[in-house]
C-alpha cells in the first residue's frame, strides 16, 4: 500500500524558471510532511518541512505547499539553478509512527 | 562533526553468504533507521531503534537483524544474502520522529 506518491519519476525545466513537484498521499493520519533531496551516491539531505496545520512554508527559493483536502503537497523552487539537479523525496509522518517516503522525482534543472 | 558514517561504502556478497553494515553517528541521537532504496522505489523502512536496546521492524525486515547496544551504533546484519537484498542501504539518525533526520552516503550492495 503505497500511501505516499510522486507520480512523476522525472521532471526538466530551464534555468530560472520554476520547478513544481508534486506529491500525493492517502492517509490522512499523517501531519508532518518532509521534503528531502538526493544527489548521486549521496545519501538524502533535508530541504524543507510543513506541518498538517500549516498550508504554506517557505524557506529562501523553496517553498512548500499543503492542500489537506486534496491530500497533496507541492515543492516550489524559484528560481531554478542548474544545482538544484537532484532527486527530490516527499515524506510523511504521523504521531508515533515512522516516516514514509514517496518514490522519488528526478529534477534536471537545464542551463 | 563527521554526522552518519556507513561502512562499506560498496560490497559484493555470493548468495548465502553474511556481512554486516556498519553505521554509526555522532550527534547524540536516539533514534537511528536502516532504509533500502531499490531503483525507481522510494526509501523503504527495515528497521529502526528509538533508543540504545530498543529495536523495531519496519516495512521490509525479512533477512535482517539489528542490534543496538549503544546509542552511537546501529549494524545492520544480512544472514543469508540473497539477490532480492541487492540494493543501496542508507543508515539515517534523528533526535525524533517527527524531525528531519540525518541520512549517511550509503552502502551499495550486489548479492550474485
Known amino acids: 500500500d503505497q500511501q505516499v506518491k510522486q507520480n512523476s519519476p522525472s521532471l526538466s525545466v530551464q534555468e530560472g524558471r520554476i520547478s513544481i513537484l508534486n506529491c500525493d498521499y492517502t492517509n490522512s493520519m499523517f501531519d508532518y510532511f518532509l521534503w528531502y533531496k538526493k544527489y548521486p551516491a549521496e545519501g538524502p539531505t533535508f530541504l524543507i518541512s510543513i506541518s498538517s496545520i500549516k498550508d504554506k512554508n517557505e524557506d529562501g527559493r523553496f517553498t512548500v505547499f499543503l492542500n489537506k483536502s486534496a491530500k497533496h503537497l507541492s515543492l516550489h523552487i524559484v528560481p531554478s539553478q542548474p544545482g538544484d539537479s537532484a532527486v527530490y523525496f516527499c515524506?510523511?509522518?504521523?504521531?508515533?509512527?515512522?516516516?514514509?517516503f514517496g518514490e522519488g522525482t528526478q529534477l534536471t534543472v537545464n542551463p | 562533526n563527521a554526522g552518519v558514517t556507513q561502512t562499506p561504502k560498496f560490497r559484493i556478497l555470493k548468495i548465502g553468504q553474511s556481512m554486516t553494515l556498519q553505521c554509526t553517528q555522532d550527534?547524540?541521537?536516539?533514534?537511528m533507521y536502516w532504509y533500502r532504496q531499490d531503483p525507481g522505489m522510494g526509501l523503504k523502512l527495515i528497521y529502526y531503534?528509538?533508543?540504545?536496546?530498543?529495536?523495531d521492524k519496519g516495512e521490509v525486515p525479512n533477512g535482517y537483524n539489528v542490534s543496538r547496544s549503544t546509542t552511537e551504533d546501529f549494524p545492520l546484519r544480512l544472514e543469508l544474502a540473497a539477490p532480492s537484498q541487492t540494493s543501496v542501504y542508507f543508515c539515517a539518525s534523528s533526535t525524533g520522529q517527527r524531525i528531519e533526520a540525518f541520512f549517511g552516503q550509503g552502502t551499495r550492495l550486489t548479492v550474485v
Open positions: 515524506a510523511a509522518v504521523k504521531s508515533g509512527s515512522r516516516l514514509t
Open positions: 550527534m547524540n541521537h536516539n533514534y
Open positions: 531503534s528509538v533508543g540504545a536496546g530498543i529495536t
